[in-house]
């Protein structure tokens, strides 16, 4: 069965840091990959995707995700955060023609 | 404006009273998905529908119900809530499929359950 793994269950970090969330997936076929995001008490909202082309995207807010088919990993980057980019963050993959699963999610804690 | 919208926001309720939490999306939107949000455990699916009278199981479909009588409309019914199911629900609906490039999930505020 597929599933998607994110390493990280709480990551904290000062104002300036970087940051790299990671994701993992197994499924050896084709995948579309995305991440999202959910601000403390909101719904979940799409940070950026990837179907194919360019393994480096770039979605909203300065986020980036890159693709790696040969690690079946598809970590979430960003340069600098900021304190309202405390969030919980989930990964999730969609087969062809399956479902999308979600990651265990990883809590980002941005320290002012 | 373009929603998913969830009622109620908040429950609170004892072990076999029957309930029933509203999802309704303005988008006209094909698909629509419960799924559940546990600590640890991330977002599980619990039923989705591609279109109308058209349902399906989820990863966690144990103690749910669903119906799509309309388009806009993906109930989710619990006939007999337990305490295992207190937790914090989110409906979902994107234009087709379920997550798919040009069809991306929109998400409703969630619902949180507590079942004593």
């Known amino acids: 069965a597929q599933s998607v793994s994110q390493h990280n269950h709480h990551v904290i970090l000062s104002e300036a840091a970087s940051l790299e969330l990671g994701c993992n997936y197994s499924y050896g076929g084709t995948v579309n990959l995305f991440w999202y995001v959910q601000y403390p008490g909101q719904h979940l909202q799409l940070l950026l995707k990837y179907f194919s082309g360019d393994p480096l995207v770039k979605g909203i807010k300065g986020f980036e995700a890159e693709f790696i088919k040969s690690k079946f990993s598809f970590n979430l980057r960003k340069p600098s955060v900021q304190w309202s980019d405390t969030a919980e963050y989930f990964c999730a993959v969609k087969t062809v023609g399956g479902k999308l699963i979600f990651g265990q999610g990883t809590e980002l804690s941005v320290k002012p | 404006e373009a929603q998913v919208t969830q009622n109620p926001r908040y429950l609170i309720t004892v072990t076999g009273k029957k309930l029933t939490v509203t999802c309704s999306q303005n988008m006209n939107h094909e698909y629509m998905s419960w799924y559940r949000q546990d600590p640890g455990l991330g977002l599980r699916q619990i039923y989705y529908s591609m279109n109308v009278e058209v349902t399906d199981k989820g990863d966690v479909p144990e103690g749910y119900k669903v119906s799509r009588k309309e388009k806009r409309n993906f109930p989710l019914i619990l006939e007999s809530p337990s305490p295992n199911q207190t937790s914090l629900y989110f409906c979902?609906?994107?234009?087709?499929?379920?997550?798919?490039?040009?069809?991306?999930?929109?998400f409703g505020n969630g619902t949180r359950l507590t079942v004593t």
């Open positions: 979902a609906s994107s234009l087709r499929g379920g997550g798919s490039y040009n069809s991306p999930l929109h």
